[in-house]
């Protein structure tokens, strides 16, 4: 079968860092993306990782393991506006993409 | 560029009624993607389509929903007869071809509640 763990909510303050944590169990693996969605609004592309090691855009970065099947999501000098839920999702090697159940990050000021 | 339009961005039925929701997607996307999301949960995958063919609709309830893109544009999903487990907002979503499905495009959504 296939699954996508991540935490269901984490709390950080306004300026800090937070890291959001994937880890994944799927039958072929291309790679790894991230969404953010704020309420009511769509899920919108962040990064992709297909290959190990650590992506950065601007005060986002993601990072994947595939030998660890791992993945996560740092998010630098937070702001409020990031108060979202942030989904890690998987493509397949059927350009299938499953997503996780979402992580909701609420920031504290 | 325009972005992925749908509509109605809200419906409310009875149970047992029908309903169709509309998607557009960007142009030149060949790959069209319908998800249902019930809150709190990520997006599920019901149909994805690569031009006017079906790629994966494993996760289709084929009983009571359909699908179509004709022409390789704009897509319909129908649902008939509605249940209220079907309360979800009901997400397209575009790409350039599948292989880059790692990277899609999300209209805003229709949110169904059915009563």
């Known amino acids: 079968g296939q699954s996508l763990e991540q935490p269901s909510e984490v709390t950080a303050v306004e300026g800090a860092i937070v890291q959001i944590n994937c880890t994944y169990q799927t039958s072929g693996f291309y790679g790894l993306s991230w969404y953010q969605q704020h309420d009511g609004g769509a899920p919108t592309f962040l990064s992709y990782n297909a290959l190990d090691g650590l992506e950065e855009t601007g005060r986002f970065s993601s990072f994947l393991s595939r030998s660890d099947s791992y993945g996560y999501l740092l998010l630098q000098e937070l702001q409020m506006k990031d108060s979202a839920s942030y989904f890690c999702a998987v493509r397949d090697n059927r350009d299938k993409i499953i997503f996780g159940k979402g992580t909701r990050l609420h920031i504290l000021p | 560029e325009a972005g992925v339009a749908q509509s109605p961005r809200y419906k409310i039925i009875e149970k047992r009624q029908s309903v169709a929701f509309w998607c557009n997607p960007i142009?030149?996307?060949?790959?069209l993607y319908w998800y249902q999301q019930i809150l709190g949960q990520g997006p599920k995958l019901l149909i994805q389509?690569?031009?006017?063919?079906?790629?994966?609709d494993s996760q289709l309830p084929k009983d009571r929903f359909s699908a179509e893109r004709l022409k390789g544009v704009d897509s319909t999903l129908k649902i008939q007869p509605a249940k209220l487990e079907d309360s979800a907002v009901y997400l397209c979503?575009?790409?350039?071809?599948?292989?880059?499905?790692?990277?899609?495009?999300f209209g805003p959504g229709t949110r169904l509640t059915v009563t």
């Open positions: 142009s030149g996307h060949a790959t």
């Open positions: 979503a575009s790409s350039l071809a599948g292989r880059y499905s790692y990277e899609q495009y």
């Open positions: 389509f690569q031009n006017n063919g079906v790629v994966d």
